[in-house]
């Protein structure tokens, strides 16, 4: 079955950066997207990019770009997103999730459980 | 950015109630919406995509309609398990943007 499986909960201070990682499993790895969004304490969902692991090509949100890095190792169906520069503001539960490459629209149909990252002193 | 502005922010209903809560984009989206299902703790669930397409072993009580820039989704008789979260997504261009998300309680 279709799984994507993240790492576990990080805390961090303010200015350190943070990598978690998405193992996929149960299906063609490099047919699909990988997309992170998070979310953060009482808030709504956030788009932070996408990776395609087929060429590693990625695309950000403009609002991360400065800061975030997606990277993928086929060899182990893993994607990785590293935030750096963390503030308190990124203290959030970021999420992986797929979509089919070639599919009508972004929509993600598989998601990971979710990673707590906190950001404090 | 497209913005999506989504209502209620919560509601609360009866076992079997009809409900309907409404996502408007800022601009045209053709039919690129998309509703997800968040429950504390678990990883998110797809309903919709494409604006009225049900996603495979969804029920059917779940339904979404509209194009353009307004969007209406429907829980047609709410059951307990649909205590939830729900966010509309748009998936017309980049970057990918949600509503702010409905809390529907019992």
């Known amino acids: 079955q279709v799984q994507l499986v993240q790492s576990g909960a990080e805390v961090k201070k303010p200015g350190a950066s943070v990598k978690v990682s998405c193992k996929a499993s149960?299906?063609?790895?490099?047919?699909?997207?990988i997309q992170w969004v998070r979310q953060a304490p009482g808030q709504g969902l956030e788009w932070l990019g996408l990776?395609?692991?087929?060429?590693?090509?990625?695309r950000y949100a403009q609002k991360f770009q400065d800061r975030v890095a997606m990277t993928r190792d086929t060899s182990t169906s893993t994607v990785y997103m590293e935030l750096s520069s963390l503030r308190s503001e990124d203290t959030a539960v970021y999420f992986c999730?797929?979509?089919?490459?070639?599919?009508?629209?972004?929509?993600?149909?598989?998601w990971g459980q979710g990673t707590l990252v906190t950001v404090s002193s | 950015d497209i913005q999506m502005t989504q209502s209620p922010s919560s509601l609360s209903a009866s076992v079997g109630d009809r409900v309907t809560i409404t996502c408007q984009a800022n601009q045209d989206i053709g039919n690129s919406l998309n509703w997800y299902q968040l429950k504390s703790g678990k990883a998110p669930k797809l309903l919709i995509y494409g604006e009225s397409n049900l996603e495979t072993g969804v029920p059917s009580r779940f339904s979404g309609s509209g194009s353009g820039r307004d969007f209406t989704f429907i829980i047609s008789s709410l059951q307990p398990e649909d205590v939830a979260a729900y966010y509309c997504q748009q998936s017309y261009n980049f970057p990918l943007t949600f509503g702010g998300g409905t809390k529907v309680e019992i």
């Open positions: 990776i395609n692991p087929s060429g590693g090509n990625t």
């Open positions: 149960g299906y063609a790895f490099p047919n699909y997207y």
């Open positions: 999730a797929r979509n089919l490459i070639g599919a009508l629209g972004h929509f993600f149909d598989y």
